[in-house]
């Protein structure tokens, strides 16, 4: 499944895939392929983009339209 909203996250705060498949320290190729729905986001990895953009990983896997993080 594509994730469109973590593309859509990315974009909103201009940033490239090369940047935030560095902050995640993995290749670029490796990011689009989660973008892309064709590969698996590992949980660390969900976590961190979580805190990374500070929304909810719910959100980010579009399961919620609400960004904020329940805590």
Avoid: W
């Amino acid at each position: 499944m594509e994730l469109v909203r973590l593309r859509e996250i990315r974009e909103k705060n201009k940033l490239s895939q090369s940047k935030v498949a560095s902050h995640l320290h993995c290749s670029q190729q490796v990011y689009s392929n989660y973008e892309l729905g064709q590969r698996d986001i590992p949980t660390n990895i969900l976590i961190s983009l979580s805190h990374f953009y500070n929304v909810s990983v719910d959100y980010i896997l579009e399961i919620t339209d609400n960004p904020e993080i329940n805590r």
